[in-house]
């Protein structure tokens, strides 16, 4: 590859780059989640930094063969050399290992990201659904042994039903999406909150625990953002519209 196409190529993969990171930004606004709008700014341009700019700065296949400087990142503006203004040559070639490598990670991102696209919470089925609410209680305390007390409600919710229209407003307005527990296939969870709802009717099984992970038809995958809280309170807002 030559050397100018090989400029070419990096500056590519900057414009794809800085395309996911409003990609980010626009998934984060969405969801109006303002510190993963934040996240992703920050996260794009470090990987930017540690992907582009540090390897063009100290990279000695990016030289100026007249002048013997790094072409650094000013060669992502203008292909000439910001030194002694020689032009990008293209009859040099430079080694493909680095081109490799840059689409390789680009790849990897791209693909996580797809992986772990949001989606949104499947609505309840056309049928009958029967819900299962536990909510802690006080523990009962018998000499020194505490013993954990659960609040156990049963509801079924009909078709058109207004209990069965407000958790299907509640439920649309939250996401889901996949995350490493589901690529393991996980089948248990730690981190259960204080409300747990379990809905079940025909082909349809939503288990929220009230965390960061639910269970939807037997696969693990995690409710909204990581620590925005978002498990607790879907299932605190189905618990208190079934009272």
Known sequence: MSLRNHVWAIRVLTAGVLVWIAVQVGQGLWL???RYALGGVVGGLLWLTLVVLLPLRTSNALACSACGYSYGPRILLKMTCPHCEEPVP???CTGRGIIIALVLMA???V???AYT???ALPGLPEGEVAVTVQQDAEPLVESVVVIPQVQVEHYVLMPGSPEAEAVSEIL???TYRRCWKTLRGDTSISGMGEVRCYLSG???DLSLLGGRYAFINGAVYQIGLAGDGAGAELTARIAQALE
Request: hydrophobic share 45%; glycine share 10%.
């Open 111 to 113: 693909g996580a990201q």
């Open 32 to 34: 109006g989640e303002w």
């Open 117 to 119: 696209w949001p989606m």
């Open 90 to 92: 293209s009859d040099i």
């Open 202 to 204: 025909t082909n349809f």
């Open 172 to 174: 649309s307005d939250y």
């Open 107 to 109: 790849a990897l991102v």
